[in-house]
């Protein structure tokens, strides 16, 4: 499992400031990891890995920049859960080729690989201008605007985070959070005949999670969808892969965080699908996923233990 240290250290107080320090405008755009830690392992992954040790699967940890250097090869599948928001460009390169080269991932995350950063300073500093990106040296003295620290699916960059994980911010956004939809934050399955629901009894048009456990949660990715003959297929205009296939869907909406970048009224997705590079992708768009295993949900523990099951093998 790739545990999302760089959002612990994106969010982390420590000091006195964060990329999410108010006004936004006066955050800072380096984050030294020479600080007492801050962590949001308890908000998801913990629950996925108590679930893991008590379904007897066997799981090594790594941080989000071991990436960079591990033999991702030794693995057959790699997991990703809760927030994986912030990705380095060698990160990306790291975890595209594995891929390439057959080996699976799965993201029970969501707001996946949203921000790009640069590694500074021997890989003790976490630089990311994010909306300021205007002020980063990349741009101001006419370095490589493929590491420019914005949004990967900013024209600049011309990234987009979907084409490795299959969804994106930019057809995403929040869900039970933020005042958006305040329902019971699930999924609708649409091809419920797909190995990914084996023996979950689901139909289409069913409901994947509960009210209590909330999996479609704080943050969501998706793809931009058209509907024929009732199922969604993506349009692929937003860099979501060809061969996407979207299983269930909940609806999404971004806020005035992105104003700069889409329009904040636009109604996206938690698209929660799968394709294959080689390697297959699975992706549940969506940071909260874990919740459903923390409440026993049998569903939720059936779909990923059939994922894991199938990826790892």
């Keep these: 499992m790739e545990l999302c240290t760089n959002t612990y250290n994106a969010y982390n107080k420590s000091g006195g400031a964060s990329y999410y320090s108010n006004p936004r405008d006066k955050a800072p755009s380096y984050l030294?990891?020479?600080r007492p830690p801050g962590s949001q392992f308890t908000s998801w992954e913990k629950d996925f890995v108590i679930w893991a040790e008590k379904n007897n699967i066997e799981m090594e940890y790594c941080a989000n920049n071991d990436l960079v250097t591990l033999p991702l090869e030794k693995y057959k599948?790699?997991?990703s859960v809760g927030h994986d928001e912030y990705w380095s460009l060698p990160m990306r390169e790291?975890?595209?080729?594995?891929?390439a080269r057959g080996g699976n991932y799965a993201w029970f995350s969501g707001n996946t690989c949203c921000w790009q950063i640069r590694m500074e300073d021997d890989g003790n500093t976490m630089c990311c201008f994010k909306t300021k990106f205007l002020n980063d040296p990349v741009l101001l003295d006419g370095g490589d605007l493929r590491t420019l620290t914005t949004l990967w699916s900013y024209a600049a960059v011309k990234r987009p985070e979907n084409t490795m994980t299959g969804v994106g911010v930019t057809w995403g956004g929040y869900h039970h959070s933020m005042g958006k939809f305040n329902d019971e934050s699930t999924y609708t399955v649409y091809r419920p005949d797909h190995w990914v629901f084996e023996g979950t009894g689901l139909k289409k048009g069913d409901k994947l999670g509960n009210a209590k456990d909330k999996i479609v949660g704080y943050e969501c990715d998706g793809c931009e969808t058209i509907w024929k003959d009732g199922l969604p297929y993506p349009t692929h205009t937003d860099d979501t892969p060809h061969d996407f296939t979207i299983l269930a869907q909940a609806p999404a909406q971004w806020w005035t965080e992105f104003d700069w970048f889409m329009p904040k009224e636009r109604i996206g997705n938690a698209s929660l699908g799968l394709f294959t590079r080689n390697g297959t992708v699975f992706t549940v768009g969506s940071t909260d996923w874990s919740r459903g295993l923390r409440g026993n949900d049998?569903?939720?523990?059936?779909v990923t233990k059939n994922v894991i099951d199938k990826l790892s093998k």
């Design 298 to 302: 049998a569903k939720v523990e059936r």
């Design 94 to 99: 790291a975890v595209e080729g594995y891929i």
């Design 32 to 34: 030294s990891f020479l």
């Design 77 to 79: 599948l790699i997991i």
